[in-house]
């Protein structure tokens, strides 16, 4: 991110879930049990097996209403501790959530078989749960399986992952509909706390659904993007997703080498990149050799996806 993040590392647990109490179900789905006394976020993790750093990205990410793009880099989370927590996810609405929501709902409207509205919103929150089984069990097969192989060192010719964000739609627009049939068309006189109640639920699910497929979009998609290039370059993604930042006894590069990895990167030629750097063509040319040597990648793309993941350039800087 950008600016210091809301959360860190250091801060206690118990203070986190205090400032944001969503953070809750976050720590579930992320596997992470109560009681925790003062340990720190850290702590937390290290003790029940959960790799921190993601669970820190999704958890300011989520506490960040504008979830801006390009705001998290994908070096700050492991892209299959991601994919674990949205299949929790998944799970949670399918086996918990909207079965709640559905017995809560017919205890709050007149469903006798007399009352023709609330058959038919009944109908309707079927449908709507149908939809969405369809939806995440899709993903679950097909997007959340690709990654996997991906992570492997998979690659397909047939699918992207810009295949998959081209056609993602938000599940959660329908739940809104349902909610406003219910405030405007139900009069509900004598169940009106059971109905609040399960309103309450229907809007708190509408807002978690929605930022879920904010973190397809804006976490998962990225940097599966990242890792779709990496193997595209020849780079072999590490057991986290991640490429390694650094091999062991790999030379550090220079602020300068960096500058020049920017500017290739972005297009230039040797000559512009010269001319913007006030160095000669054949310092260019012996800095690339050194650049090359130093990280063992020497085509472009390899050295497209070491500026991205090392935050030399930003992705609406270049062309992938």
Same mark, same amino acid.
Do not use: W
């Given at each position: ?21 969503? @953070? ?27 790799? +921190? ?43 918990? &959530? ?23 919103? @009944? ?27 991906? @992570? ?13 964000? &081209? ?5 959660? #627009? ?7 049939? !219910? ?21 708190? +699910? ?6 879920? +497929? ?39 590069? #220079? ?6 990895? #920017? ?14 750097? +006030? ?5 260019? !040319? ?29 992705? &609406?800087?270049?062309?992938?």
């Amino acid at each position: 991110m950008a600016d210091r993040p809301r959360y860190q590392a250091t801060d206690k647990m118990s203070a986190l879930i205090s400032d944001n109490y969503s @953070l809750l179900m976050v720590m579930s789905r992320f596997g992470l049990s109560l009681g925790f006394g003062d340990r720190t976020v850290a702590e937390v993790c290290e003790e029940q097996g959960v790799h +921190c750093p993601t669970f820190l990205t999704v958890a300011n990410f989520i506490s960040d209403a504008q979830h801006k793009v390009g705001d998290y880099s994908y070096k700050d989370y492991s892209l299959s501790a991601l994919l674990d927590y949205l299949k929790q996810a998944h799970s949670y609405y399918l086996n918990f &959530s909207l079965p709640s929501i559905r017995r809560k709902l017919i205890e709050s409207i007149d469903y006798s078989g007399t009352n023709e509205i609330a058959t038919l919103i @009944l109908k309707f929150f079927d449908e709507y749960v149908r939809e969405v089984r369809r939806h995440m069990e899709f993903e679950n097969r097909s997007v959340f399986t690709y990654v996997e192989k991906l @992570l492997e060192g998979e690659a397909s010719d047939t699918y992207d992952i810009a295949t998959f964000a &081209s056609k993602h739609n938000q599940v959660n #627009s329908k739940l809104s509909e349902l909610k406003n049939i !219910i405030v405007k068309y139900y009069p509900g006189k004598d169940n009106y706390n059971l109905l609040n109640a399960v309103l309450f639920d229907i809007y708190n +699910c509408e807002q978690d659904l929605a930022t879920h +497929c904010d973190v397809e979009d804006y976490l998962l998609v990225p940097a599966v993007s990242v890792l779709e290039h990496q193997l595209q370059a020849g780079i072999k993604p590490s057991k986290g997703g991640k490429t390694a930042e650094k091999e062991e006894g790999q030379e550090a590069l #220079s602020q300068r080498e960096k500058e020049i990895i #920017s500017c290739v990167v972005k297009g230039l030629t040797n000559k512009e990149i010269a001319d913007a750097l +006030c160095l000669s063509i054949h310092t260019v !040319i012996t800095h690339r050799r050194n650049i090359a040597r130093k990280l063992q990648i020497h085509s472009p793309a390899g050295l497209t996806i070491y500026a991205i993941v090392n935050k030399l350039v930003e992705l &609406s800087e270049i062309k992938l």
